[in-house]
């Protein structure tokens, strides 16, 4: 069946940013840069799977005529399936928020995960039948292809080659993610006291991005052993901290390059680069071109 789109009576309706992928499969965008709630609708037949990740912000779906809520927050994801009905977007969102969802039919995602159909659990022979709701943390890696995609910038003729490579990207990180391990699995994440320092660690990072301490100094004053700290923080935010930091600073000098207020020179310093050379090979490793040119093709 194909995917229609429906109108909506709502005061502020606006309409998704849609990118097809290939047949069965696309992607939607939207941003909310107003000060009010807005409306989108989008009509989804039963043959599709839904993943709906808020990067900014909240929004809430609602279900048979607004009488059930699901609510997707900021750095949260949202996978939909139901084979029995279908599942329309209804969706309020926010002011200032943002999301992304890929859009795939059952048909499609069979064929990604046929030889592995066991690791996917909605697509076992006991669950493939049934209804399936979801809610996840989005882990940096992922947070990072997110915001490529809802913030895409480069030439139009390359957006169905780049979404493509950047859908399929995010699909293999949501089933790759550590989060996804029980607790059985993940015993070290029954502590909650052992979850609040590892928070504070990525918070410590974050605001000393320039100049990082070691991950020695960062066991020390998150009271910690290394060890400890290395293997949860794997396991919470889906990285090693410094891979996790690196993702977080080449973002962060993305954003910057784009404001057009600073040269590559002070984007590296401000992101902890002491020299140019060193801050071009560390973008060029991340997105696959240099400072300057992508700041060209943004322009």
Same mark, same amino acid.
């Given at each position: 069946?194909?995917?229609?789109?429906?109108?909506?009576?709502?005061?502020?309706?606006?309409?998704?940013?849609?990118?097809?992928?290939?047949?069965?499969?696309?992607?939607?965008?939207?941003?909310?840069?107003?000060?009010?709630?807005?409306?989108?609708?989008?009509?989804?037949?039963?043959?599709?799977?839904?993943?709906?990740?808020?990067?900014?912000?909240?929004?809430?779906?609602?279900?048979?005529?607004?009488?059930?809520?699901?609510?997707?927050?900021?750095?949260?994801?949202?996978?939909?399936?139901?084979?029995?009905?279908?599942?329309?977007?209804?969706?309020?969102?926010?002011?200032?928020?943002?999301?992304?969802?890929?859009?795939?039919?059952?048909?499609?995602?069979?064929?990604?995960?046929?030889?592995?159909?066991?690791?996917?659990?909605?697509?076992?022979?006991?669950?493939?039948?049934?209804?399936?709701?979801?809610?996840?943390?989005?882990?940096?890696?992922?947070? +990072?292809?997110?915001?490529? &995609?809802?913030?895409?910038?480069?030439?139009? =003729?390359?957006?169905?080659?780049? #979404? $493509?490579? @950047?859908?399929?990207?995010?699909?293999?990180?949501?089933?790759?993610?550590?989060?996804?391990?029980?607790?059985?699995?993940?015993?070290?994440?029954?502590?909650?006291?052992?979850?609040?320092?590892?928070?504070?660690?990525?918070?410590?990072?974050?605001?000393?991005?320039?100049?990082?301490?070691?991950?020695?100094?960062?066991?020390?004053?998150?009271?910690?052993?290394?060890?400890?700290?290395?293997?949860?923080?794997?396991?919470?935010?889906?990285?090693?901290?410094?891979?996790?930091?690196?993702?977080?600073?080449?973002?962060?000098?993305?954003?910057?390059?784009?404001?057009?207020?600073?040269? +590559?020179?002070?984007?590296? &310093?401000?992101?902890?680069?002491?020299?140019? =050379?060193?801050?071009?090979?560390? #973008? $060029?490793? @991340?997105?696959?071109?240099?400072?300057?040119?992508?700041?060209?093709?943004?322009?």
């Amino acid at each position: 069946m194909n995917l229609q789109k429906s109108g909506s009576k709502s005061i502020a309706t606006r309409t998704f940013e849609e990118t097809p992928i290939e047949e069965g499969f696309i992607v939607l965008t939207h941003k909310n840069e107003t000060d009010a709630v807005e409306n989108l609708e989008r009509e989804i037949d039963s043959s599709y799977i839904q993943f709906h990740f808020c990067t900014k912000g909240t929004a809430a779906f609602k279900f048979n005529q607004g009488s059930y809520t699901l609510n997707i927050d900021e750095e949260t994801s949202l996978l939909l399936y139901n084979p029995q009905r279908d599942l329309p977007i209804h969706l309020e969102i926010q002011p200032h928020s943002w999301l992304v969802s890929l859009v795939i039919s059952i048909k499609k995602f069979h064929g990604l995960f046929s030889e592995d159909a066991n690791y996917v659990t909605f697509l076992t022979d006991d669950n493939k039948d049934k209804k399936y709701y979801k809610d996840g943390k989005i882990s940096p890696s992922m947070a +990072v292809v997110l915001n490529q &995609l809802i913030s895409f910038n480069l030439n139009n =003729s390359i957006k169905p080659l780049y #979404f $493509k490579g @950047k859908a399929y990207e995010l699909l293999s990180l949501f089933f790759n993610r550590s989060e996804d391990a029980d607790i059985e699995q993940c015993p070290f994440l029954v502590d909650e006291v052992n979850v609040a320092k590892l928070k504070k660690a990525k918070d410590i990072m974050i605001a000393n991005m320039a100049e990082p301490p070691s991950l020695q100094e960062l066991a020390d004053e998150i009271d910690l052993s290394l060890k400890k700290l290395k293997e949860g923080f794997k396991q919470i935010y889906g990285d090693s901290v410094f891979s996790f930091l690196f993702d977080y600073k080449m973002e962060v000098a993305r954003k910057l390059l784009e404001s057009g207020d600073y040269n +590559v020179n002070e984007v590296g &310093l401000k992101v902890g680069y002491s020299t140019g =050379s060193h801050f071009i090979a560390a #973008f $060029k490793k @991340k997105f696959g071109t240099t400072p300057k040119k992508y700041v060209l093709a943004s322009s």
